[in-house]
């Protein structure tokens, strides 16, 4: 069974950037399709950014498309979230899932293993 611990959080002011970063322990990621996803106050757990076990495909919310970058590292056992130019609507606390084999999924439902989620506070 894998473990994931999202870090990298924190406070950071609108149009400014920060990177998230997920460890992983107990498996490789190597066979493991990743995704980031985002849940605020009062409203539902979305998809934010995806990536395939070959790290072949990704898939990003509308939303976020040319600002925010998943990318795997498997010497690293990492799964890394690049947030660019960030809005205060994404505040958030941001969690990463993993899921054996399988593409770039956007459903939260495909993906087995949950981190504990790292909070983001974006300032006006």
């Known amino acids: 069974q894998v473990q994931l611990v999202e870090s990298g959080g924190g406070l950071v002011q609108a149009g400014y950037s920060l990177r998230l970063s997920c460890t992983a322990s107990?498996?490789?990621?190597?066979?493991?399709?990743l995704g980031w996803f985002r849940q605020a106050p009062g409203k539902k757990r979305e998809s934010v950014a995806a990536?395939?076990?070959?790290?072949?495909?990704?898939h990003d919310a509308d939303s976020v498309k040319g600002r925010f970058f998943i990318s795997k590292d498997n010497s690293k056992n990492t799964v890394d979230l690049q947030m660019d130019n960030l809005k205060p609507e994404e505040a958030a606390v941001y969690f990463c899932?993993?899921?054996?084999?399988?593409?770039?999924?956007?459903?939260?439902?495909?993906?087995?293993?949950w981190g504990q989620g790292t909070q983001v506070t974006v300032t006006s």
């Open positions: 899932a993993g899921r054996v084999l399988g593409q770039a999924a956007a459903a939260a439902t495909e993906y087995t293993y």
């Open positions: 107990g498996r490789s990621l190597r066979n493991y399709a």
């Open positions: 990536i395939s076990w070959d790290g072949g495909s990704t």
